[in-house]
């Protein structure tokens, strides 16, 4: 697999929300609609939403750091290639489960 994502290191979307000190409500309002043009990337595995703890860092760094490429905020070709990344990322995620 080419992703450092690890299916036993993905996590409950209730404990993004403790771990971020926000509601649940707000988490998935992260995931739907964003916040600052940023959308918290997770996973539904088994009817279950998770996330990575490094796309919640990376969701944070973007919505806190004005200089940084928020993937939302990219347009064009660079916006397909990151899209194109992200699907990758999830179909790897869900091989691996498949191999369970």
């Not at 290191?9 to 771990?19: G, P």
């Not at 969701?59 to 990151?82: K, M, V, Y």
Request: charged share 25%; net charge positive.
């Amino acid at each position: 697999m080419t992703t450092d994502i690890v299916t036993r290191d993905l996590i409950r979307m209730n404990l993004v929300a403790e771990e971020m000190g926000v509601s649940f409500n707000t988490v998935c309002r992260y995931r739907l609609t964003g916040c600052r043009g940023v959308k918290l990337r997770a996973v539904l595995i088994g009817g279950v939403w998770k996330s990575h703890r490094k796309w919640v860092a990376e969701f944070l760094e973007a919505i806190n750091n004005p200089t940084a490429t928020a993937p939302a905020s990219q347009s064009g070709r660079a916006a397909t290639d990151a899209d194109a990344k992200a699907d990758a990322e999830v179909a790897d995620v869900k091989a691996l489960l498949k191999m369970k």
